[in-house]
């Protein structure tokens, strides 16, 4: 597998870690998936309950890389100033950059996303920009000082799974060295297979485990859809072909007309 | 002085950020400031003083996708 900024992965699945039923299902996720990244965030703190204390701790347990991203913002100022105080709290150099542009669909404004990737990446962050399958933008990004790319493979929290795959081959081919993750939309372990049989590097999903009826049940058969779309790409799959070629040898067969 | 704290209004008898925070329950917490939409390191806290007016914002970890 490709490494992400230099840190190798040992599989690739990459977990978020909101919407679970509790903190200790989501531990429980984590466990059984070995998800090696875990996804947050940065909200508003009360000085009366500081409950991002004690996420943070649990958080800290898990022992996974910490990707903290910057959602829900929509300007650049606003993303590059939460990616600053996230480097600052979580103490890592990632940073998930979602610079959203379309309510609806939360498509990312790949203009400010390029923007504010040049701008973080000339800060010394190691940007993992949350972008389309577009192959400019791709191309944009990388020339900003983005090393890994992260293009959705459907609107995020939809399930609908790899909804370009034409785009997304394009964008596996056009980048060959580059790690590419499918980051959004994803709602079934086949999606995430498909994804890797692509050749991907990994898959980041969060509402398909977290909202299933067992989170960690479910984190698991991502893992192992991860793991066998992995192998499957590394084994050279056949190339389709639209007319049947028998597989049972012809010569040799008996005549019994 | 009157400050906005998240959004909040309070009024707070401080001069500096740190003084804030401390005053407003975060002590020793791991959380992450910005003044009028600002970044304000944690070291800076405590040299950073407040005008009356300030919008304050203390972030703190979340879940996140």
Redesign the interface.
């Known amino acids: 597998m490709r490494a992400f900024y230099g840190t190798p992965l040992a599989n690739g699945l990459m977990l ?5 039923p509790s903190p200790a299902i ?1 531990a429980d996720a984590f466990k059984r998936s070995g998800a090696g990244v875990a ?10 309950d ?4 004690d ?2 701790t649990l ?1 800290r347990d898990l022992d996974v890389h910490v990707l ?2 910057t ?1 829900g913002c929509h300007s650049v ?1 606003e993303a590059v ?1 939460t990616a ?3 480097r ?3 103490e890592t150099s990632w940073i998930k950059l979602e610079v959203i542009g379309e309510e609806d669909t939360l498509q990312p404004d790949v203009f400010g996303l390029v923007e504010a990737a040049r701008i973080l990446s000339e800060d010394g962050f190691q940007v993992f920009p949350y972008t389309t399958e577009d192959l400019v933008v791709a191309d944009k990004l990388l020339h900003a000082g983005c090393e890994v790319l992260m293009p959705w493979g459907a609107p ?2 939809s399930g609908l799974g790899l909804n370009n795959l034409f785009g997304l081959r394009a964008m596996r081919a056009h980048f060959p060295d580059v790690p590419l993750v499918i980051d959004a939309g994803l709602g079934l372990p086949s999606q995430a297979a498909q994804a890797m049989e692509l050749g991907f590097d990994a898959v980041l999903l ?2 398909a485990v977290a909202k299933a009826g067992d989170p960690a049940a479910m984190a698991e058969a991502f893992a192992m859809a991860v793991q066998a779309g992995q192998i499957a790409a590394q084994a050279d799959p056949m190339e389709p072909r639209d007319m049947a070629a028998p597989s049972t040898p012809v010569i040799g067969k008996a005549f019994l007309e | 002085m009157k400050l906005l704290l ?2 909040a209004p309070v009024e707070a008898s401080v001069t500096t950020l740190a003084e804030l925070l401390e005053a ?3 002590g020793g ?6 003044v009028n ?3 304000v ?2 070291a800076m806290r405590a040299g950073y003083a407040l005008s009356d007016g300030d919008a304050v ?9």
Request: net charge positive; aromatic share 10%.
């Open positions: 978020g870690t909101a919407q679970y989501l996804t947050v965030s940065l909200r508003r703190e009360s000085g009366q500081r409950a991002g204390q996420f943070w958080i903290p991203n959602a100022k100033t600053h105080m996230a600052e709290v979580f995020i929290g969060n509402t | 998240n959004g407003q329950g975060f917490a791991k959380v992450a400031t910005a939409g600002n970044f390191p944690a914002e203390v972030l703190a970890p979340m879940q996140g996708g």
